[in-house]
């Protein structure tokens, strides 16, 4: 079954295109890793299928158009580099705006059960109760995944997950990842900028503006598609040797 389909997608900014066309198809169950260079419209595709920007063209999930869609079907973890540490809150909190739309005030036992499990999911239950501005990247990262979870996304799209997390905690990311994927047959597609992360994923979405590849990595992340999205593949081209997947 395809998950997510996406025809002829255009995002403008005024006069500006971020996306132009931009056309693939998502089976159920894949983990999409989607590269591309800075301001290549990664980050505005996720937003363009959440449906917080406006553009032209198709996005259809399981089937129904995405407006129609459930949004519990979504699970979304932003690029936390935008997150506001002042805003004064524990993370238990943070996880629970993952099943409703406004700040939690006072949390239901029920409420604060599920953020508790899906803490407890990504590894993060000694952090339930810490403050949002006293986490550092990676944690916070944590926490987020957990908020993204607790409403057992169908799809899930993480936005550079990796950034500001270690290399023991980028692994441990993508355990809770695949072990989530793995229980929930999920759906997943992840910005990075990590091309030996990218060679993992079942499929590959090189992305300039537009499509530059999309398929198996070997195929996607190949010199003449990273030659066309990058201008060059330079230094990060030694790990796609070094990863012997080629
Ligand atoms: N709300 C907006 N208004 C105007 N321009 C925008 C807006 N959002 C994004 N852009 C522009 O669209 C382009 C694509 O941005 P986007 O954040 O999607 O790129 P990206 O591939 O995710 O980049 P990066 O790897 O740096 O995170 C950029 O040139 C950016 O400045």
Redesign the pocket.
């Known amino acids: 079954m395809t998950a997510l389909e996406v025809r002829r997608l255009s995002v403008r900014?005024g006069e500006?295109r971020?996306l132009e066309e931009v056309q693939f198809s998502v089976p159920e169950g894949a983990f999409v890793a989607i590269v591309?260079p800075?301001?290549?419209?990664?980050?505005?595709l996720l937003k363009a299928v959440l449906g917080l920007?406006p553009y032209q063209g198709e996005v259809l999930v399981y089937g129904l158009p995405a407006g129609k869609a459930d949004p519990f079907w979504f699970g979304y973890v932003p690029q936390i580099k935008t997150f506001d540490r002042s805003f004064p809150a524990l993370a238990l909190e943070l996880v629970v705006t993952g099943l409703r739309r406004r700040w939690p005030f006072r949390l239901s036992p029920k409420e604060k059960e599920a953020a508790l499990a899906a803490l407890a999911q990504v590894g993060a239950s000694e952090l339930a109760y810490r403050p949002l501005g006293r986490l550092s990247g990676g944690q916070l990262q944590r926490v987020y995944l957990a908020r993204a979870l607790i409403r057992r996304p169908r799809i899930l799209l993480l936005d550079?997950p990796a950034t500001g997390v270690d290399r023991v905690g980028e692994e441990d990311l993508y355990r809770y990842l695949e072990a989530y994927q793995k229980a929930s047959g999920a759906t997943v597609l992840m910005?990075t900028h990590d091309w030996e992360a990218a060679h993992h994923a079942t499929h590959v979405l090189v992305l300039n503006r537009r499509v530059v590849g999309f398929g198996p990595p070997e195929r996607a992340l190949s010199e003449e598609c990273l030659r066309q999205a990058f201008g060059h593949v330079g230094h990060a081209h030694g790990l796609f040797v070094e990863g012997g997947r080629a």
């Open positions: 900014f500006f971020a591309g800075n301001g290549a419209g990664k980050s505005t920007v550079e910005i």
